[in-house]
């Protein structure tokens, strides 16, 4: 499942010992396959993983919703907040994130469409925001196996033998036509990705970078085998980490879910809470202000 987190903190670091590979210290196995026997073995691992994930119900998911834990870090790597949060999704273009329990914070996407709920209401997802969600949506490990790799102008290849987390893995290289490079790490047991690298430019930043996903603590649901654990990395620092609780797939979600308006009427209901609050905050510094004042004239 897609991780686009901005709104919503959680987490802590995850614990766990691993062999620190990159796909450039693959054995050189793959060095002697022709171009057209790396890619027939590339797309072997591909469909392999995509049976292991569940087949037919894996390629057939309609919608997604999870709940769970999510921590999010700062450029040093150290934690910066703690939350829960549900999540709904139609994939690949549609995402709506609130936090738990109070639900005042949302964020809702809907292909070349964003808006925000937060305590200041209900506003359009800033342009640099979308433009990030965009790019996730085309480096999401979901939509690069159902979708994208039937693209005319992917280019599959065998990238070999590894250890990754201290367990033998197979890798698979894939370049889009937006000239990003992605790898992935398949279990050479289970077939299960187990991690993924993405280089391409980062479109807020406007330079070339090196984003690592890790998925773990899988579990079938309704015959689709779920990464309940996963972490995100950019340039090497931790970006999010995400313990999902439960996921529940193809309920028939409403369309009215991801739209402004679904946010407005939210807001009706929230916003009159915060108004109070605001309201009541006022309210109290000017009676301490008050309190200050006649006490100052006293003496």
Not at 210 to 239: C, D, L, W
Request: aromatic share 8%.
């Amino acid at each position: 499942m897609r991780m686009n987190w901005r709104a919503f903190l959680a987490i802590m670091v995850l614990a766990g010992v691993g062999l620190a590979t990159t796909p450039a210290a693959v054995a050189q196995d793959s060095q002697f396959l022709m171009p057209e026997q790396s890619a027939a073995k590339a797309k072997e691992l591909l469909q392999q993983a995509i049976d292991a994930l569940g087949g037919p119900a894996y390629l057939n998911v309609h919608d997604v919703t999870c709940t769970g834990r999510l921590g999010s870090f700062d450029h040093s790597g150290e934690l910066t907040g703690f939350g829960k949060f549900i999540d709904f999704a139609e994939p690949p273009m549609r995402e709506r994130q609130e936090n738990l329990p109070k639900r005042n914070i949302v964020e809702i996407y809907d292909g070349d469409k964003g808006w925000t709920l937060d305590r200041g209401g209900v506003s359009n997802a800033p342009k640099a925001d979308l433009a990030e969600f965009q790019e996730t949506v085309q480096r999401d490990i979901d939509n690069i196996l159902r979708h994208r790799i039937h693209e005319p102008d992917m280019v599959l290849r065998y990238a070999g033998r590894d250890t990754v987390d201290l367990r033998p893995v197979e890798w698979v290289e894939l370049v889009d036509g937006g000239n990003r490079t992605i790898r992935i790490a398949f279990s050479a047991t289970s077939h299960l990705p187990v991690r993924k690298t993405v280089e391409a430019r980062d479109p807020k930043l406007r330079m070339t970078m090196e984003e690592v996903e890790y998925y773990s603590n899988y579990h079938p649901v309704g015959g689709i085998q779920t990464a309940f654990q996963n972490t995100r990395k950019k340039n090497g620092m931790k970006v999010f980490q995400v313990f999902f609780d439960k996921c529940d797939y193809n309920t028939g979600l409403s369309d009215s879910l991801f739209t402004r308006q679904s946010l407005d009427e939210r807001w009706s209901k929230v916003g009159k809470k915060e108004r109070e609050k605001e309201k009541n905050k006022k309210e109290k510094a000017d009676k301490d202000r008050k309190d200050r004042d006649d006490t100052d004239d006293r003496n």
